[in-house]
Nanobody, 122 residues
Framework: QVRLVESGGGLVQAGGSLRLSCTAS????????MGWYRQAPGKQRELVAR???????DYLDSVKGRFTISRDNAKNTVSLQMNSLRPEDTAVYYC????????????????WGQGTLVTVSS
């Protein structure tokens, strides 16, 4: 069984920084893409940042220049460094993994973490 476990959320003042981390556990052979989504109250879940195995990254326009995603393929971890945080960044952040292959040959098209709350006060 594959699980995504997140850490690093919390409360921070506007302009501050937080770092989110996510580790995928299990007998994993490969994960095509790992990234972060967020969902604010009353809004749809949106992609914040995503990185492929090859290192190609995509970002939500509103976080470009402020957030940086990094990934360790060997350790199946993904992190999100969030700087210059704004109140509008307040949301539950979810780790996501796409196309996870485990050693017994099973494929998980999409996996989600339990979510971690980020609150940015003004």
């Amino acid at each position: 069984q594959v699980r995504l476990v997140e850490s690093g959320g919390g409360l921070v003042q506007a302009g501050g920084s937080l770092r989110l981390s996510c580790t995928a556990s299990g007998s994993i052979s490969s994960i095509n893409a790992m990234g972060w989504y967020r969902q604010a109250p009353g809004k749809q879940r949106e992609l914040v940042a995503r990185m492929t195995t090859g290192g190609s990254a995509d970002y939500l326009d509103s976080v470009k220049g402020r957030f940086t995603i990094s990934r360790d393929n060997a350790k199946n971890t993904v992190s999100l460094q969030m700087n210059s945080l704004r109140p509008e960044d307040t949301a539950v952040y979810y780790c996501n993994a796409k196309d996870t292959i485990v050693w017994i040959g099973r494929r998980y098209p999409e996996l989600w973490g339990q979510g971690t709350l980020v609150t940015v006060s003004s």
